[in-house]
């Protein structure tokens, strides 16, 4: 079975610093998403990673994937407001079209 | 634009009566899903299609039941809700096989409160 941790699930950081978020899986996987969710609202599409040390930016936020050690991460640069949200990871199985498994996500909070 | 639509936004239903909440995407994607999202747990999968009259069952399937006769609809049915179900729930698609890598686009949530 394949089970998804995220943690920390709750993050509370100042503006301007920096904070990775880590998302460890129990089976192999190649297929992992990031997700984030505003309050009340629906998943926005972040990143998909497609293989091993794949790497990803969009401003502060980058992810990468490691599948020898079943870990992606989410680093945050210069946290800023506009980043509090719920962040999820998502994987799949290899070679099945198995459920997409969620992380319990990681709920970020910004303060200036 | 792409789209994948969700109806009632809200509803509060009262248990046992029989419900439908209709999910629908404009983008001719193969790939359907419903998740429930609950505090603490993340999102869980209910159902998923991978094609007309093609479904499987999530990880908590019990108490629901979908279908899919068209490709673009994929309505999720609770025959007899009970407060258990309150959730929010999510539906979500995308055009192939999850692993291809393709985004996978999701509605803004259902919320359901069974009383």
């Known amino acids: 079975e394949l089970k998804v941790e995220q943690n920390p699930l709750f993050l509370s950081m100042q503006e301007g610093k920096n904070y990775t978020i880590y998302c460890n899986y129990s089976t192999t996987s190649d297929r992992l998403y990031w997700y984030r969710q505003d309050p009340g609202k629906s998943l926005e599409s972040l990143f998909v990673l497609l293989s091993n040390g794949a790497v990803k930016q969009e401003g502060r936020l980058m992810a990468s994937l490691d599948t020898k050690a079943r870990l992606s991460t989410l680093h945050i640069t210069a946290a800023v407001h506009d980043l509090s949200a719920t962040y999820f990871c998502?994987?799949?199985?290899?070679?099945?079209?198995?459920?997409?498994?969620f992380g319990k996500g990681t709920r970020l909070s910004v303060i200036a | 634009e792409a789209q994948v639509t969700q109806n009632p936004r809200y509803l509060i239903t009262v248990t046992g009566k029989k419900l439908t909440v209709t999910c629908s995407q404009n983008m001719n994607h193969e790939y359907m899903s419903w998740y429930r999202q609950d505090p603490g747990l993340g999102l869980r999968q209910i159902y998923y299609s991978m094609n007309v009259e093609v479904t499987d069952k999530g990880d908590v399937p019990e108490g629901y039941k979908v279908s899919r006769k068209e490709k673009r609809n994929f309505p999720l049915i609770l025959e007899s809700p009970s407060p258990n179900q309150t959730s929010l729930y999510f539906c979500a698609s995308s055009l192939g096989v999850w692993g291809s890598g393709n985004t996978i686009y999701f509605g803004e949530g259902s919320w359901l409160t069974v009383v």
């Open positions: 998502a994987l799949l199985k290899i070679g099945g079209n198995t459920p997409l498994v």
